[in-house]
């Protein structure tokens, strides 16, 4: 199940006998990282493109209408998982260039090797993620949000283009004596950005069986 930190963990039931009563109720906020990761554990499941909230409210021994005192709908909690997707990857990806500000842009003074360097860990962050968060490469990958509303797949598309721009800019140094080195940088960013999607593609649809970092050194060796 994936782990939705830094956040309070969920309140264990084999504690309640030894609480005070008054510590029954979840402290606030508690509540609603126990929903996102339920849901995020019930995207784990096979068949579980579409969830609904009567589903998450039994999977959680709460009502639907508890559910709506935390959130307004069911698309604000995947954009919960969306926002731990953006907050936990793009932090990542800033230490991995070097940069705390600017979106993790990377230094456009630096060598193409360090450039090409940066941008495999990038692509390996990614895959690494999606391993260890099954629940939210059914999100990423959109197979979570086919019935939800159209904004959430394209917070998850600009996710991505994102990530694209990121790697274009590491991979810039590595083209620069190229005759179109905008040109080239964009096509090796784009090809990156294809690879690590559909990694995580038959990652999802393999039911979490084809690992995404599978031979993952040798493939980036081909493309970068």
């Known amino acids: ?26 402290k ?19 068949g579980a493109e579409r969830i609904t909230t009567a ?30 997707i953006e907050q ?6 800033a230490q991995i260039t070097g940069r705390d500000t600017g979106g993790g842009v990377p230094d456009p003074a630096q060598s193409a090797e360090v450039g090409a360097r940066q941008a495999a860990r990038i692509v390996a962050l990614l895959l690494q993620f999606g391993e260890r968060n099954p629940g939210m490469v059914r999100v990423m990958v959109g197979d979570a949000l086919v019935f939800e509303h159209e904004r959430l797949q394209q917070r998850m598309n ?6 694209e721009s990121t790697l274009r800019q590491c ?5 620069a004596a190229s005759a179109t080195p905008t040109v080239d940088a964009q096509v090796a960013a784009s090809v990156l950005t294809a690879f690590a999607l559909g990694r995580l593609q038959r990652y999802a649809r393999s039911g979490f069986k084809r690992l995404p970092s599978e031979h993952l050194d040798a493939s980036l060796a081909l493309i970068l």
């Open 1 to 26: 199940m994936s782990e939705l930190s830094p956040q309070p963990e969920p309140a264990s039931t084999d504690d309640v006998g030894d609480a005070p009563a008054a510590r029954k109720r979840p």
């Open 28 to 46: 606030p906020g508690e509540r609603r990282v126990q929903i996102l990761q339920a849901l995020a554990a019930m995207l784990e499941q096979p």
């Open 55 to 84: 589903a998450l409210a039994a999977r959680l021994s709460v009502s639907e209408a508890a559910l709506y005192r935390h959130f307004a709908s069911k698309a604000q909690m995947f954009e919960g998982l969306i926002d731990f």
């Open 88 to 93: 936990t990857v793009f932090t990542l990806v």
């Open 158 to 163: 600009q996710f991505f283009d994102r990530i």
């Open 171 to 175: 991979l810039r140094p590595a083209t």
